[in-house]
């Protein structure tokens, strides 16, 4: 399987690695990106000889920075109505066999929303996690308002959300956001063993356990999903948010002027 911003890695352990290879914009996700994870999730879904799915950044600053604020920038009510990530993070979530995020550096926004989509988030010692989406004029409208509070209850969703905070690996494993965090060098190899750990189960009840969790956990509800979706479509057409994600390309741009781009 070849994509234009994914690489899908089968191995020969019962298990396939999808990597974003977006690195120079610190894996940000653009459209082109979710149509690639999407066909992706499809393809490896039937295939039964795929067993569990571990997820990772290339590069060494990021897992997924965000939705790609180039592309945000012009979304318009249309565009949120279409629930472009939210469906993709639906698919995700519903997965067949158990996914691992292996984050590596930054988390953030739509990036985190999809990490909150796996069942699993490892971290290392320089990952930073975070929904910063209302400091853009925008809210995080992919399943962060249920995915986050499922996973930190809901006073910690809050505040993450509302200040739109950075949070350190150390504290994003204290209020339960990562499952654990290990030295940067060794965060795949702790990802692929409890991979293995896992493979070793029976796969039936694997699979059978996940509808249970996904069940009983704080899954996104179509309506819910829809109306984060109708929520993000009025903040799309806002100069609020017109004017925030301009300041952020025009960042990058003086950084090209000055020549250190
Ligand atoms: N989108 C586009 N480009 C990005 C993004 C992004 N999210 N993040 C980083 N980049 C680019 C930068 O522009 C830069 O490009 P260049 O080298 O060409 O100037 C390159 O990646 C490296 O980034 P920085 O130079 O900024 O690196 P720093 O180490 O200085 O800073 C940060 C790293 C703090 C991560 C900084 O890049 C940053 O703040 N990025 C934006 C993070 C963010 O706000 N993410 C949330 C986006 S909103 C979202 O995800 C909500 C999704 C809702 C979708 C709804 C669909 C319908």
């Avoid at 298990?15 to 499809?42: C, G, H």
């Amino acid at each position: 399987m070849s994509y234009e911003t994914i690489e899908v890695r089968s191995t020969d352990e019962g298990w396939a690695e999808v990597v974003f290879n977006r690195p120079d914009v610190l894996n940000a996700l653009n459209l082109q990106m979710v149509k690639d994870l999407s066909a992706a999730l499809e393809a490896l879904a039937g295939d039964a000889s795929v067993r569990g799915l571990i997820f990772h950044g290339a590069g060494d600053k990021a897992f997924v920075a965000g939705a790609d604020i180039s592309e945000l920038v012009e979304r318009k009510v249309d565009d949120a109505l279409m629930a472009i990530n939210a469906g993709l993070f639906q698919k995700l979530e519903d997965f067949p066999r158990p996914t691992i995020a292996a984050i590596r550096g930054y988390c953030l926004g739509g990036g985190s929303e999809l990490a909150l989509a796996c069942d699993l988030r490892y971290g290392s010692d320089d990952t930073v996690m975070g929904q910063p989406e209302v400091k853009l004029g925008i809210i995080p409208g992919a399943g962060a308002p249920h995915r986050l509070t499922g996973v930190v209850g809901t006073g910690m969703a809050r505040e993450l959300i509302f200040t739109g905070r950075l949070v350190k690996a150390e504290e994003c494993a204290r209020i339960g956001l990562l499952n654990r965090v290990v030295a940067v060098e060794s965060l795949l190899d702790e990802a692929r063993n409890t991979m293995r750990a896992i493979l070793k189960n029976s796969d039936l009840a694997v699979r059978l356990a996940k509808v249970a969790l996904n069940a009983a956990s704080n899954s996104v509800d179509r309506r819910h999903m829809m109306l984060e979706c109708i929520s993000q479509g009025i903040t799309f057409e806002s100069e609020d948010k017109r004017e925030r994600m301009t300041r952020f390309l025009e960042r990058k741009k003086a950084k090209e002027e000055r020549g250190d781009g």
